[in-house]
């Protein structure tokens, strides 16, 4: 951070606002990451946490439904009766319909005269609009509020546009925060310090010396209780053009010159506006859709995605996606980027991998391995960095393996590791943008995943069927085989 991010001022009073305050993301994310930062004393000591919902309750039976709901999602060394009970002092329940103009009169009355405000939108995007212009007309709104949009943004770039357009009227850029929880991962935020902090690494971060990129999102679950909303958007629109386009943005910008949130965010754009745009001819063939099947996950029978509660047994919403990516600058001229994401995997690993350039010739023939680096940078479940080289084996000759040199982070340094979203809520608290996404970001991304989405509607195929509990479908080896590569596990 820079020195001035780090002395932002917390503000004096302060009121937190949850639109969706008891819904799924608030009960399982949010107010665990609030109540973790409470037990840590980075709370104001003025907050209030006001949770908004279309539930008829009173304050005991919304502090009954926390109590029951959000306390086992806290992680463990945060369990703390006292720390909990001040907690639960802090939060507020407010009955609201936010379509309804007549219903922000409830809130304004509990919110704290002259407080800074944070308004964070965990609904539909759909509800974005009538939200902010009743914040607006309930004169809820001063230079002092910040307001937190959720995933997804649009399901394509002219309704990303229509949402940043509506919120734009009630909000400025520098108010509005667009949050991708991975952007405040430590592990991510470390690859900046890792590119960036260190000279070993950047005089080969580029082509030639690059073989190939591969980004991994995996998770192990299936849809469960996000079905609804999952089959009207699909792994592309729910975690690829988010994530793991930032993931890349990250790996490939170039040095900023600062860490100053539009320094950073200027060179990720340029990546984004740097990516081969893809004819109809490019998705069939770089990209690859699937859909899991019944298999087993974890050990236990997992059910297809066309089994799954309320979801249409015709459906052709893909829940894997893997696709080859190119930049076109200099920096990465012919350095192919995989890009991979699905649920009911093998595991759960967010990954990205760095795979250098073949040796030009060996001297080793007594080795029937190749030559292989790689820096393998883990983001979940476990956080660590991973160099792999190669090394002699013991015993005559001049057999080689590959050994690790491995950083863990857990392990290397003492200090209590804050999750994602404790840490980006405390930033939108300190006002530093630095990691959530700017507007052109936003729609650089749809601009290239709009064409993308487009060719599979004209190709008009069936996602690939895949087992649950594995790697996905074999086309997504096959992508990487033609370029003489293979996903980390196959490797």
Known sequence: MTTSETSTPLPNVLDLVIFGGVGDLSVRKLLPALYTAHLHHNLPATTRIHCLGRQPWDQAAFLAFIQDKVAGFAEPKAQDAEAW????????????????????????????????????????????TAICANLSGAGLIAATSRVVLEKPLGHDLASARKINDEVGRYFTEGQTFRIDHYLGKETVQNLMVLRFGNTIFEPLWRSPYIKSVQITVAESVGVGSRAGFYDGTGAMR???????????????????????????????????????????????RDTVRGQYSPGASQGD????????????????????????????????????????????MAERRSEIVIEFADLPFTIFSDSPRQSVNRLMIRLQPEEHIQLQMMAKEPGSGMRLRPVSLNL???????????????RLLMDVIKGRLTHFMRRDELEAAWTWVD???????TLDEKPKAYTAGSWGPAASSALMAREGSAWVEEA
Not at 88 to 93: E, I
Not at 257 to 265: C, E, I, M
Not at 313 to 332: C, G, M, Q, Y
Not at 408 to 422: K, N, P, Q, V, W
Request: net charge negative; hydrophobic share 45%; aromatic share 8%.
């Open 85 to 128: 009970q001040s907690f639960l002092q802090r939060l507020n329940y407010v009955s609201i319909d936010a379509t309804q103009a007549s219903d922000f009169a409830a809130l304004a009355t509990a919110l704290q005269p002259g407080s800074d405000r944070v308004y964070y939108l965990a609904t539909a995007p759909s509800l974005f």
């Open 238 to 284: 729910d975690m690829l053009q988010n994530h793991l386009l930032q993931l890349l943005c990250i790996v490939a910008m170039e040095p900023p010159v600062s860490l100053d949130p539009d320094a950073v965010r200027d060179e990720k754009l340029k990546v984004l506006r740097s990516l081969r745009p893809m004819s109809v001819a490019d998705v069939a």
């Open 451 to 457: 064409p993308i989405l487009n060719g599979w509607a």
């Open 408 to 422: 863990d982070l857990e392990s290397a340094f003492a200090a209590r590791r804050a999750e994602a979203y404790e």
């Open 301 to 344: 029978a997992a059910i297809g995605y066309l089994q799954e509660d309320n979801i249409p047994p015709d459906s052709r919403t893909e829940t894997f996606v893997a696709l080859k990516a190119h930049i076109n600058n200099w920096r990465w001229a012919n350095v192919p980027i995989f890009l991979r994401t699905g649920k009911r």
